[in-house]
C-alpha cells in the first residue's frame, strides 16, 4: 500500500460525458502528479501540482483540468469524453526517500476509465 | 529530467540474476536514480533509489558507477512474479514546489519462466 488513495478504481460512462477522478495523496504529500496510462502504453505526465498551485503541465488536453484542494486531495475533471480517452488514470504524491536523502514518487492503484 | 535508454525486453530464468541497465549520460549533479517496478494494471511501484556507487535494500540492489551514466538494478533470484515492466527515473525528483515533469521511459519488460 502506497498510501495514495485514488477513487474511482473502475468507470464506465460514455462519449461525451464528464467525469471526475479523484486522489488522496501521502499523509503529509504536497505535490501530486498526474498521469494517463493507455492499454500496452507508457505513462504519461499530465500536471502536477504542489500546495494547491499548478507547477508543471504535461500533454493534457484542453478537455481535462484539475486541481488541488487546501486538504491537499486533487481532482481530475476529464470532459467530453471521448473513446480514445479510456485508459488508467495513476495519482502519485512525493516524498523524500529517508535512506537517500532524495525525493521520489508513490502512487496509487489508478482508476481505470472506460469510453463507451 | 535526464533522457534515459533502457532494453526494451529481457528474459530470465526463474532463480537467476537479473540485471537490467540505464543509460543517462546527461544526468545532472543534483540528480538521483529511481527505478520502478509495474505490474499489468496496477499503479508503479518503488523499488529503489541511488545517488551513487551502490544501494541494497531486501528487494534489490542498485550498481551506480562513479561517473553515473548508467545505473544498474540487479534483483537477485527472480521468481515468475518479477514478471513486471521496470522503470528507471533519472532527476531531481521535488518534495518542494519546483515544477518538474516527471517522465517515465519505455521501461524494460522483464519475462520470467520457469
Known amino acids: 500500500d502506497s498510501g495514495v488513495t485514488q477513487t474511482p478504481k473502475h468507470l464506465i460512462t460514455a462519449t461525451g460525458q464528464r467525469v471526475t477522478l479523484r486522489c488522496s495523496p501521502r499523509s503529509g504529500d504536497l505535490s501530486v502528479y498526474w498521469y494517463q496510462q493507455s492499454l500496452d502504453q507508457g505513462l504519461q505526465f499530465l500536471i502536477q501540482y504542489y500546495n494547491g498551485e499548478e507547477r508543471a503541465k504535461g500533454n493534457i488536453l484542453e478537455r481535462f483540468s484539475a486541481q488541488q484542494f487546501p486538504d491537499l486531495h486533487s481532482e481530475l475533471n476529464l470532459s467530453s469524453l471521448e473513446l480514445g480517452d479510456s485508459a488508467l488514470y495513476f495519482c502519485?504524491?512525493?516524498?523524500?526517500?529517508?535512506?537517500?536523502?532524495?525525493?521520489?514518487?508513490?502512487f496509487g492503484e489508478g482508476s481505470w476509465l472506460t469510453v463507451v | 529530467l535526464a533522457k534515459t535508454t533502457q532494453p526494451i525486453s529481457m528474459d530470465s530464468y526463474e532463480g537467476q540474476e537479473v540485471n537490467i541497465t540505464c543509460s543517462h549520460n546527461?544526468?545532472?549533479?543534483?540528480?538521483?536514480i529511481t527505478w520502478y517496478q509495474q505490474f499489468p494494471s496496477q499503479g508503479p511501484r518503488f523499488i529503489i533509489q541511488g545517488y551513487k556507487t551502490k544501494v541494497t535494500n531486501e528487494v534489490a540492489s542498485l550498481f551506480i558507477p562513479a561517473d553515473r551514466k548508467s545505473s544498474t538494478l540487479s534483483l537477485p533470484r527472480v521468481s515468475l512474479s518479477d514478471t513486471a515492466v521496470y522503470y528507471c527515473?533519472?532527476?531531481?525528483?521535488?518534495?518542494?514546489?519546483?515544477?518538474?515533469?516527471?517522465?517515465f521511459g519505455t521501461g524494460t519488460r522483464l519475462q520470467v519462466t520457469l
Open positions: 502519485a504524491s512525493s516524498a523524500r526517500d529517508r535512506g537517500t536523502g532524495g525525493n521520489t514518487i508513490y
Open positions: 546527461n544526468i545532472a549533479t543534483n540528480d538521483y
Open positions: 527515473l533519472v532527476g531531481d525528483i521535488p518534495g518542494t514546489g519546483t515544477a518538474s515533469k516527471l517522465t
